[in-house]
């Protein structure tokens, strides 16, 4: 694969925030290695490390080897940086469960099978600390950097000076520590020449390239990439419910599209071109397009689409476009009868509902009955009779009259029924044994 420039590439996708003199020259020259780091602490990924994620998936495109980092012996420490406390510490066996889950979602972006040249590599850094006594480390690298090169690192002073200060733990006092190890070990055991990490990491990062230069005579490098923040100053990668995670389990491919279709115009424009692998000449016609025509959403649909492909699959992304169209749009009960189970609660989330016997839908449930009685959905038989006259009332997205009635035909995943008033007003029918 021929080399492709790779600091330029993410230059203009606006993906650089600090960059070491000469880098840009040094992955001119031949295939390089460089690793970023991930926290084992959880057996999934969020969005919040997407940008780390995509930082590797450029720089192999770029024709050159990522390596990604699993923190096994880190997640055992905890980084200080951004944090305003310790973090859990965890045991090894689910730090490498935690691993074997990450390394999959990372398969998503990443080429580790193919056999090229530049094939990505997956390293847990537990594998070498494990290892090390604290003797052994202190007598061969901590003598290396001073406690004023440490205290003089962002991450540390916020920690023991902000407003919220209570201090750090030596344990976290020695992340930056092992961090810039782990870099001096890649450089001497997999020729890694190249760190690179959020805007935060910088301190952490250029204490490896100190290591190299003190105790490998060499050089590394350092790349970081801004953090991301939304334009309404909210933090990204979070929703109402929390985290927004690579693993269909803890966030459905649904919600997953909806966030991504949800953001703002000014987001969507920054996102579409760190979170895609589209190409500078589609991202300006997509801007472009966006710009002429803002309420067609061309910007949003599109990196909904990009993303959700790219974790989820064709399929799942498929699946979320009809289920927003189902909400959103004139969908047939035919198409709503095809959602799985997840999908339609995804869907209706927080949309009231009843139970009804078996029986009661075996036998064939009136539609009054089933609106009003039944339901509590309208206050009353003389209300729901007046909605049905209005022609203001559908089941399952299609318009019923006073004579329709609710069978097993109408059920949804063989367990519900949706019912709706107007545009916005719906209530969920659920058939329980």
Not at 179 to 185: A, E, K, N, R, S
Not at 275 to 302: G, S
Not at 378 to 391: C, F, M, T
Request: aromatic share 10%; with cysteine.
């Amino acid at each position: 694969m021929s080399l492709k420039n790779f600091v330029e590439e993410l230059q203009w996708r606006g993906m650089v925030h600090d960059v070491m003199p000469e880098t840009e020259e040094h992955l001119l020259e031949q295939m390089r290695s460089a690793y970023v780091g991930f926290d084992p602490t959880a057996d999934s990924l969020h969005i919040g490390n997407l940008v780390p994620i995509m930082l590797l998936a450029f720089f192999q495109r770029s024709g050159h080897q990522p390596v990604a980092l699993v923190g096994g012996a880190t997640g055992m420490i905890g980084d200080p940086s951004g944090k305003s406390s310790e973090r859990n510490l965890l045991d090894e066996k689910t730090l490498r469960h935690n691993q074997e889950c990450v390394q999959k979602q990372l398969s998503y972006f990443l080429d580790f099978t193919s056999g090229a040249q530049n094939q990505a590599v997956m390293v847990n850094n537990y594998d070498w600390m494990k290892e090390f006594s604290f003797l052994d480390f202190i007598r061969d690298v901590g003598k290396h950097i001073t406690v004023n090169y440490m205290m003089a690192k962002d991450s540390v002073k916020k920690r023991l000076t902000g407003e919220e200060a209570d201090g750090m733990s030596f344990t976290e006092f020695t992340y930056q520590m092992v961090q810039g190890y782990d870099f001096l070990h890649l450089y001497k055991n997999k020729n890694c020449t190249l760190q690179m990490g959020g805007s935060d990491q910088w301190g952490n990062i250029t204490t490896g390239t100190e290591l190299i230069r003190r105790i490998g005579g060499g050089k590394g490098y350092a790349l970081t990439c801004p953090l991301i923040t939304k334009s309404d100053g909210s933090k990204f990668g979070k929703s109402e419910g929390g985290n927004i995670w690579l693993d269909a389990k803890r966030t459905s491919p649904y919600k997953f599209y909806q966030y991504w279709l949800n953001t703002s115009d000014e987001d969507a424009e920054k996102y579409v071109k760190i979170f895609t692998f589209l190409d500078k000449p589609t991202i300006d016609a997509l801007v472009k397009e966006h710009a002429e025509a803002p309420h067609a959403r061309a910007l949003q649909k599109r990196l909904a689409e990009e993303v959700t492909k790219t974790v989820h699959g064709d399929e799942q992304l498929e699946n979320a476009v009809k289920a927003s169209s189902i909400l959103f749009g004139n969908s047939t009960s035919a198409a709503i009868k095809t959602l799985d189970e997840q999908t339609f609660l995804d869907i209706f989330e927080g949309v009231p509902q009843a139970e009804i016997s078996k029986e009661e839908i075996n036998a064939g449930l009136d539609i009054i009955g089933a609106l009003a009685e039944k339901s509590g959905f309208l206050k009353s038989n003389g209300e729901a009779r007046r909605a049905l006259k209005e022609n203001s009332i559908s089941v399952n997205k299609e318009k019923v009259n006073d004579t329709y009635v609710v069978t097993t035909e109408d059920l949804i995943n063989q367990t519900f029924v949706l019912l709706q008033r107007g545009k916005k007003n719906y209530f969920i029918l659920k058939v329980v044994s």
